[in-house]
Structure formats: C-alpha cells, structure tokens
C-alpha cells in the first residue's frame, strides 16, 4: 500500500487521540489486534512487507507475537475453494431477486417486525453494552467480553468525534434496541462489517435479515462502495456468519494470499510444535489462540506448497 488515503489519515488522529498503540507504515496504519498486528484499510489493498519492514514494526509491538497481512485480491477461480480469503459483496440484491425462497420470506418478516436505521457512536454507548455482554454470553466455548461497560463506554464515546469512518446501526422493535452494528468506513471503497451483535431472545424477529439487507442497499445501491466486507476467513471464533452471508445475502469468497511475519522467537515455536497440529486442533486445554496461529501457518504453507507445484 502506497496510496496516502483521507481515511488513513482519519484513523491515525482516532488512534493517537485515542492512545492506542499503532505505527505508520507504507501509509497504512498498523494496530495490535488479539496480539497480532494487522493494517487498517481495505481489504483489497496490498499490504506485503519486507523483511526490514517487518522487524521495525515487530520491533514496535512489544507484546504481539507477528504481523498479518495479505496482498490484495486476487482473480477468481471456480476450480477450487480459496484458501484465504475476505467474504464480500459488491452487487446489491433487491429482496425479489434473491435466488433463496426462505432468505426473500425472513428478510420481509425482519423488515416488519424490525426498524433499521443508522446511529451514531455516543447512542451505542448508552444503550449497546447490554445487548453485547447479553449477545456474548450465548456464545458457545471460552468466549469472553472484550471490554467491561466503563471500557465500553469509553470506547464509542471517543468514536463519536469520528463518524467518517465508524458507522452505527441500531435494529429496533417496538422502538426499544435489539442489535447493532459497528462498520469501519474506508472511503467509498469498502464497508467492513466490523460488529453485529444481537439480544439472543429476539432472533424470532429477523433481526440479523433486517440489518444486513438494510446495510447493503445503503452501501451499495445508494451511496455505491465497490463492496461491503464481512472479514478475513473466520479461524478464531466458532461462528457461521459468514456462511450465513454467503447462503442468504450473495457474498462470496474473494480470494487473496495470506502473509505472516513472526518474531524469531515465536517463528521457532511454531516450526516446533507445526507437526503436532492435529493433536493440537483436537485438544481442548489449548487456548484457541495457539490453535489458530497454527491454522494460519498450516494455511500459509498450503500456499507456499502451491506456489513450488507451479
């Protein structure tokens, strides 16, 4: 990534306001997300790294472990499943022309029984910290909350000053809130699909069918981002959002290749303990953060093997 985006630069003010640790790079921001360092900004954007590049940023995250990136989209291919990849969408879809009978008939009743519209950061502060420890603690496995309320409250407040490139919606019934999204806003290149969280008791109502219709017209049919982007492959959290997007709302699996730089001491463990992976995929005393750093190695080999056949 070359380009120096107006958004790039709206990150950087909510970062260093914000005080959260983060590094200029190649004019991307680059943050410590579950110990990993990752880029802020599209997903088609490549964000590859040279060896000097990654041991300064390394360098920068004392307490992060290595860096995650990718190197923008790559073409289609219908001979085989991409092994990393962002889910996205960039056509909207009237609600008439979803091939899915079942997603046509609940994204009607969502949109009767709920009301959609955005809000903005402060309104989630005060209202949204119920539905998210509510909505998380229904999560099967060792899911824990992120933030505590005060965290929480702290957290959307500071987002409010910067409505350019955090997003609100809030899903209402009977005019009391039952979910919301959080949406990182990159221009009018890319909407990234960054939260939805809803009161379990209220999925009866279409909730979920409600909001993501609702998104994506506003997206894509009325303001025109190229897409709207539901994230990385899911390897952390046990969740079938993105097969719920791809099934219901026509996204689909846009390939690109995944990068990762270690520190040398974490790049030794994980070249230790690689072939043990399938005892390790099947232990539950490990921390489902080691198993997913050996997932994303287990994916990056896959790729380098590729790579040697051709």
């Not at 519209?117 to 998380?136: C, M, N, P, Q, S």
């Amino acid at each position: 990534m070359t380009k120096n985006s107006r958004f790039t630069e709206i990150f950087e003010d909510y970062f260093r306001k914000s005080r959260n640790r983060y590094f200029k790079l190649n004019n991307a921001i680059w943050y410590d997300y579950n110990r990993a360092i990752v880029p802020v900004g599209p997903a088609k954007f490549d964000y590859r790294l040279s060896e000097s590049q990654s041991k300064q940023l390394l360098s920068m995250f004392p307490k992060t472990l290595f860096i995650r990136s990718n190197n923008g989209f790559q073409e289609l291919s219908s001979s085989q499943s991409p092994l990393w990849y962002s889910v996205i969408k960039n056509t909207f879809l009237d609600r008439e022309n979803i091939k899915s009978y079942e997603a046509r008939k609940k994204i009607k009743r969502g949109l009767e029984f709920c009301t959609v519209e955005r809000v903005d950061a402060d309104f989630i502060a005060k209202k949204g910290y119920d539905i998210l420890y509510a909505a998380v603690k229904s999560y099967k496995g060792r899911v824990k909350i992120f933030t505590d309320e005060k965290g929480f409250t702290q957290r959307n407040k500071a987002r409010n000053f910067y409505p350019e490139i955090f997003h609100y919606w809030g899903v209402f019934h009977n005019s009391k809130l039952i979910g919301y999204a959080e949406n990182l806003i990159f221009d009018t290149i890319e909407a990234s699909y960054s939260t939805m969280k809803f009161l379990p008791e209220k999925f009866s109502l279409f909730p979920t069918y409600a909001l993501v219709y609702s998104m994506d017209e506003y997206y894509l049919k009325k303001n025109n981002f190229e897409y709207v982007n539901d994230g990385f492959r899911n390897i952390l959290h046990d969740t079938n959002i993105q097969e719920f997007l791809i099934k219901n709302f026509n996204f689909f699996k846009q390939p690109t290749k995944l990068y990762l730089y270690y520190k040398p001491i974490i790049n030794l463990i994980v070249r230790t303990v690689y072939p043990f992976r399938n005892l390790i995929a099947s232990d539950k005393l490990i921390l489902p953060k080691v198993k997913a750093m050996i997932k994303l190695e287990e994916v990056r080999r896959n790729y380098s093997a590729i790579k040697k056949l051709n």
